[in-house]
């Protein structure tokens, strides 16, 4: 309920009615919210960016719209009075990743200005501003509510009084162990992967072929090869350290970094514009290649690992020491931990897909059959074997197993409940004043019209 609140400011909206199109007027002021206007033109630069965002909305546009603007000032006043500050290095780093998507969606800057009817450096302003008055709406949220806590007491209480089709479900849960390694590369493999950059860097400087060409072409970055190569504006901390290390050190556009290796693969990397701490670049990435036969030869030998962890010759536990490359897991007794919740605990749909196909038909304490995945983290092929440690089935929250589920959805409650009355609190305090043309709705929260 609280998330919902706080969702519900950011501003993700429909196209506005036909009846609105069709006027005239170029601006006009339709809501006032204390001494802040908010104007219609605003109304419609929202709805241009929300065209890409695909996130329905409940109600009519028109009055949702300009309600969440309104709701959104009431908060920004709050925090200049509280004097409630943005990280401008976050705002900055997220400004510059939604103006990369812009332009992957739009197809290129030039289309992006045209779109929004205005250059690219007046819709990164507009962009700055929206994201900093988010960031700062939301500091703001979590201040107003920090005062809210729960004990064991007032959790008790709560679930007592939920209706029975109130209390929520939990989906069915699973902890796993892990041992997984990736079959090794041929040191031929990785060197004719050097080779092909080489290739593509002498094509660049000699001037037969563009990089962004090459890119398109043979990246197997997919996403950003879409784009030429192209990733964007970007801080250091956006990039691994040894991609980093040589992409800001490049300073000639025309020339070609050297063969960078990173967990990823193999890069090239080209300058295209530095801007103060950011780089605009773009680069090709290759991978080397496992081998058929020496994914079969991994196979096996986690196949006689998991024949000697089942007959008790070894603990799965000493199977992850002696073999195991997973680094994230290695530590800790190959447990999986989810990066989502901070716990060792994972709904089916939180698992990397070929794990989740996997563990759905094991029972607790069966090891599976070896199998090959993507690593979510290196991005690499690897082989691996799971363990089920633990299944919750799915079933209604109840306070022996779910106690912390329900003391955090008490707490948004609660939460939900205050910034409610907060904001009804600020309608009687402030002047409002909406147009008629504009008053015909349904508010979320009622009293904007007095």
């Known amino acids: 309920m609280f998330s919902r609140i706080i969702s519900g400011l950011f501003l993700v909206l429909f196209p506005l009615a036909s009846s609105f199109a069709q006027q005239n007027i170029i601006d006009e002021v339709i809501w006032i919210v204390g001494d802040e206007a908010i104007l219609r033109s605003e109304v419609e630069q929202q709805r241009l960016r929300a065209q890409y965002e695909g996130t329905p909305i409940s109600g009519d546009p028109y009055c949702v719209i300009p309600e969440r603007i309104a709701i959104q000032k009431l908060y920004l006043h709050q925090a200049q009075l509280d004097s409630i500050q943005p990280n401008e290095s976050t705002v900055m780093n997220n400004?510059?990743?939604?103006?990369?998507?812009?332009?992957?969606?739009?197809?290129?800057?030039?289309?992006?200005?045209?779109?929004?009817?205005k250059n690219i450096v007046a819709i990164r302003e507009e962009t700055r501003e929206m994201l900093r008055n988010n960031q700062i709406i939301q500091q703001m949220q979590q201040k107003l509510v920090e005062h809210i806590k729960s004990t064991p007491a007032d959790v008790r209480r709560f679930y007592r009084t939920l209706p029975e089709d109130s209390i929520p479900i939990v989906p069915a849960q699973v902890e796993l162990q892990i041992i997984s390694f990736q079959p090794p590369i041929p040191p031929s493999e990785i060197e004719a992967v050097k080779d092909r950059l080489r290739s593509f860097t002498e094509r660049v400087h000699s001037g037969t072929t563009d990089f962004a060409i090459l890119a398109r072409l043979y990246s197997e970055d997919t996403e950003s090869a879409k784009r030429g190569g192209e990733l964007g504006f970007r801080g250091k901390g956006n990039f691994v350290p040894e991609f980093a290390n040589v992409a800001f050190n490049l300073s000639d556009p025309k020339r070609v970094s050297r063969i960078v290796e990173t967990e990823y693969g193999f890069h090239i990397i080209q300058l295209i514009e530095k801007r103060g701490d950011r780089i605009n670049s773009r680069h090709i990435l290759l991978k080397p290649k496992v081998s058929l036969d020496d994914t079969n030869k991994a196979i096996k030998r986690?196949?006689?690992?998991?024949?000697?962890?089942?007959?008790?010759?070894?603990?799965?536990?000493?199977?992850?020491?002696?073999?195991?490359q997973d680094k994230n897991t290695?530590?800790?007794?190959?447990?999986?931990?989810?990066?989502?919740?901070?716990?060792?605990?994972?709904?089916?749909?939180?698992?990397?897909?070929?794990?989740?196909?996997?563990?759905?038909?094991?029972?607790?304490?069966?090891?599976?059959?070896?199998?090959?995945?993507?690593d979510p983290q290196s991005n690499k092929e690897v082989v691996a074997l799971v363990k089920l440690k633990s299944k919750v089935e799915t079933h209604k929250a109840n306070l022996t197993d779910d106690y912390q589920l329900l003391k955090n959805f008490y707490e948004e409650s609660k939460k939900a409940e205050f910034l409610k009355n907060w904001i009804a609190k600020k309608q009687r305090e402030t002047y409002i004043s909406i147009d008629p043309a504009w008053q015909k709705c349904e508010f979320e929260f009622p009293g904007w019209i007095k």
Do not use: C, H, W
């Open 95 to 117: 400004v510059d990743m939604q103006m990369n998507y812009f332009i992957t969606q739009i197809g290129s800057r030039e289309k992006m200005e045209e779109y929004f009817g």
């Open 302 to 324: 986690l196949d006689s690992i998991a024949n000697e962890i089942r007959t008790g010759k070894m603990t799965f536990e000493q199977g992850v020491i002696y073999f195991s």
């Open 330 to 374: 290695a530590m800790n007794a190959g447990l999986m931990l989810n990066q989502a919740s901070g716990t060792s605990k994972f709904e089916y749909k939180d698992l990397p897909q070929e794990i989740a196909k996997v563990v759905y038909s094991m029972n607790v304490g069966e090891i599976s059959q070896p199998f090959v995945m993507i």
